[in-house]
């Protein structure tokens, strides 16, 4: 329990550092946690020695109301603090209202909480106490495991857009057959447009020889009539 409640106040710690007023009550809330649990442990071993006496017995439940109710306030402290250094934010509201959703959560842990301590309180009024346990132990995990679950919902816009780019690079990828065989075409077409240009060339410089040589047979006959006139 004071591990998880730790972590919270770590996380509060890291996100909103700069701001001097929720650094003193994430310190305040680390000294609150680790006396009140440290007590606890304490006083779960030494209160009863001899736990047949009435006192004892007596002693005992008002440990558990007193342990229960702090255990709650200790869970709306935790709520109380990100609500308090998210409004202080400069950002625009929608992204203040998705903050503050993610850290809202732990209003379940608040309400699992709550609950503990309500049947607790019937716990301590029955003789079947294996069967009245039963919703204590189920509440109490819950409440553990919604702060593990806090802990870890402000990382998971970066997880999912990591996955989102590895997916869409993935899916944008040709196969390397398909790629090869592109390469092939191209360097076909490559060929072809190559040889056509070269047949052009060659064309136009087998016509430009025709036309020298008619040129030229035109000049060698009028030199052959001046020739044989003269």
């Given amino acids: 329990m004071f591990f998880t409640k730790l972590s919270l106040l770590l996380l509060y710690h890291r996100i909103f550092a700069p701001d001097r007023m929720t650094k003193y009550l994430v310190y305040f809330g680390v000294f609150y946690c680790f006396v009140l649990y440290t007590?606890?442990?304490?006083l779960t071993f030494l209160l009863c020695q001899t736990p047949l006496q009435a006192a004892c017995k007596h002693r005992e439940n008002l440990f558990i109301l007193i342990s229960s109710g702090l255990n709650v306030f200790a869970d709306i402290y935790l709520l109380v603090i990100p609500i308090a250094a998210v409004?202080?934010?400069?950002m625009p509201l929608r992204q203040k209202l998705g903050v503050l959703a993610v850290f809202l959560t732990g209003m379940l842990a608040c309400l699992s909480g709550i609950l503990a301590l309500y049947y607790r309180t019937q716990l301590l009024a029955t003789r079947d106490i294996t069967w009245h346990a039963t919703p204590v132990f189920i509440f109490t995990?819950?409440?553990i495991n919604t702060n593990i679950i806090i802990?870890?919902?402000p990382t998971m816009p970066a997880l999912i857009h990591d996955?989102?780019?590895?997916?869409?690079?993935t899916t944008s990828r040709k196969p390397p057959r398909c790629r090869s065989a592109e390469r092939r075409r191209?360097?076909?077409a490559a060929d072809e447009e190559e040889s056509a240009t070269s047949y052009v060339r060659g064309g136009?410089?087998?016509?430009?020889a025709g036309a020298g040589e008619e040129d030229g047979g035109g000049e060698g006959g009028g030199v052959a009539d001046v020739v044989f006139l003269g």
């Fill in 151 to 153: 802990s870890c919902l």
């Fill in 163 to 169: 996955t989102r780019a590895q997916i869409s690079a």
């Fill in 39 to 42: 007590s606890f442990l304490l």
């Fill in 141 to 143: 995990v819950l409440e």
């Fill in 204 to 208: 136009g410089a087998g016509l430009d």
């Fill in 87 to 90: 409004a202080k934010l400069h």
């Fill in 186 to 188: 191209e360097a076909a």
